[in-house]
């Protein structure tokens, strides 16, 4: 009976239109991120839009009143890093959507969200943990697609789409996954291509008519590459080895690239030239075993000496945990390891917020509790990055949905009789 | 994207590409053993490996604990794992023993006093489930140890024979608490070979780490792994697999009887060695200890029923995803559950993993505990357990701290034997401890020394006495 009730009063959170209402979240302390922390702070939403914040707000009469003294309260968590909906379980083939087969490894044109599966069971137990948003991206390959940002909402597909594509992937730390056998003849193939697309660009009659030399990718790829050499796209290029990011930044001052580098195993070695660049830097805090030739100095501090040059870091999995998946609901715990290794807390949670939603396009919606933002926001019991805190409430775009996710439904079966 | 996404190194996963077998005969006799012998000729009587010798050691551990100190830390927070935590407690370790615990311990005239203000200190950290040598890193396929995929049953392999010292894993466990493991042989087969216990520490040789008088553990699988491994030649299924084993320890009976016969007789030619058969054999007669990677509850069950078909006993299954279904099982046949905090998803029979699985078996009463199959989980065991603990907590199901200090140290030196030398601080036990910069279930908690023995192998304000691999010399920067 009691499980018959709390069904019931699930479903009944999981459907009331609560983001049409005005909701008034009081007395927490609030990291709007974009500015200092406020003691005491309210942040109000109203249809599902952020309307103010701050330590004097009036509350309209009949708003929805959450009271989070005692509680901390944060833009939803970004996870920048991910392949929710696009890969359900490893190894079952049918439910893995996130490389392309491309095209001699280029899949530029990959749209990697047009296989995104909204359904996915691991949206929900992502978001009870905080997570409101994460980018999905292409992986393989030496170009391996568009990335994309989604809302852990639920809803049809291009109901939970944010915004895409945000990025052009590709990766120049593994030449055999890009089609040659060396990192020269790699870096060789990386330019032949961009130089096609500048080709192409000038030369786009002469193509139609068949009337050119032979590219290196077909027409959709370098379409797609075009935003990329005019700078408007980003570019995240997966690279370790201190040199090979060193190319990177190379080719991006020679191709005027808007360049991001993921990986980054030993991006502190190039902390400074990376400041000097304005190349952000996506990596973790929570691997220092030299696991590859590419990656023997790879360590847990690189995030807080990246950011101490005046590198903007974004947080993401690289322990081998999944945070790319099933446990994209850790990012917290990621920015807490950097946290232990030297970073500056304001960072770290910039680093999982704001700062993701700057690269990605995504800062005028989301990344931090402004008035006019959308109303992702989440309320925690206690330091969003402690293993003790509870979530409490998350909200996307103002409505909370609490729905249970299947791990709920299975503790609910099985846990003994007689625990709460 | 390789190094974002890469799969989880579930070692046990990993298959190895290119497999170069190397005849027994060619593998190291450098063993150890103070027994330089002449080339053999037929006037020379055979050695100790010539006839099947019960709990034979023909690789015995050289290992010697590291110059040590009387050291006396005081002020700090214990948790034993052996009763409530202390507050202001002391530990004194002396002759690699702790002699010492409590409230009100005085510090001998030669002890080093470390004051543990705001500290915390726990048991050194029991690792049940690693491939750190096995798989060591760098992961290239020239050190890729762990699975001799060439059988469904290879009881006759032995992961000491796979384990590189010199595997830069070794150190960065230690550093995260880790004073005790057992390192496996992977996951590809039904039955995988002969697991070896070892301290954490620098040696030349895997007998130089090796565990003096710990048992061996014998490997074993479920589920998809084997028959997605041998697909083509089978097993192909779990049906197959079943057969596979029950196979297996048909003819294991059969060796054991004849060698118990002959060794009560010493009537005719001693029967013929086999390596794998001697292995089994063992767990027939209860001197090596099963450990089994099983997913699915049901097919725990079916496993449970194997062990008692042919008499053996299971001592832990390993990963246990689904140890919440069926832990009154577990309990009632006294078999540990090791577990991960939150691993899943990455395959169909990891698909029903809950956070609150070491927390429900625990509350049922099975004996429950964290393993890391990663050397990358392994530095940070004391967070998987936070992670569990508090994933217990918001079920409804309150496990309390002093519960879950036994998940990381007295519940897995259960499961390797090893419960009366290590896993708890209590006077007499080996002084295996690790003092932690604060709550080990805290996020930003590090640990700060680690003493194995009673020789302090780890502390991370001193470089000067780092453990650098010889693999990392010149390759690996030292402020690293």
New interface residues.
Partial sequence: MRKILLAILLLSLAYLPVWSQTIAITGGKVYPVSGPPIANGTVLIRDGVIVAVGASVNIPAGAQRIDATGKIVTPGLINA?T?IGLV?????RDTND?AAKGSNNIAAAFKVWEGLNPASS?FAPTRSEGVTTVII????GLV?GQAAAIDLGSGLRSEVIRRSPVAM?A?I??AQ?AGTNSRGELMGKLRALFDDVKFYMAHRLDYDRAATKTLSAPAADLEALIPVIQGRMPIMI?A?RVDEIDAALQLARDYSLKLMI??G?ESWLAADRLAAAHVPV?TGA????????A???Q?QETAAMLRRAGVQVVL???????E????AR?IK?EA??A??YGMNYDDALRAITLAPAELFGLSDRIGSLQAGRDANVVVWSGDP????T?VEHVFIRGRENNEPS??DL??ER???KG?? | MRSLYRISLVACLVLAFSIQQVPLAQQSKDSGQAKPEASPSPSTPPGPGGISTPNADPFPSTYQPFPHRTTLIRNATIMTAAGPTLQNGSVLLRDGKIAAVGTNVSAPADAVVIDGTGKYVTPGIIDVHSHIGDYPAPGVDANSDGNEATNPVTANVWAEHSVWPQDPQFPRALAGGVTTMQILPGSANLIGGRSVVVKVVPARTVQGMKFPGAKYGLKMACGENPKRVYQQRGPSTRMGNVAGYRAAWIQAEAYRRKWDTWNATHKGDAPTRDLGLETLAEVLRGNILVHNHCYRADEMAQMIDIAKEFGYKIRAFHHTVEGYKIADLLKANGIGAAEWADWGGFKMEANDSVKANLAITDAVGARAMIHSDSALGAQRLNQEVAKAMYAGRAAGINITEDQAIKWLTINPAWALGLDDKIGSIEVGKNADVVLWSGNPFSVYSRAEKVWIDGSMLYDRNDKAEKWRTDFELGLVKEDN
């Fill in positions: 890093i392949n359900e379980i490893g190894q079952v996130a691991v991206a292409p992986r393989g391996s992937i990766q730390d593994d996954s997966d370790d993921s990986g195993a996506l929570m691997n220092n075993i030299p696991d590859s030739f990656r023997l100095n360590r993401v999995g690289n322990g081998d945990g999944d790319s998946r099933f446990n850790n715990y807490g390891n946290v232990a990055f402690e293993f003790s509870r299947r791990q299975l503790i099985y846990k003994p625990s709460r």
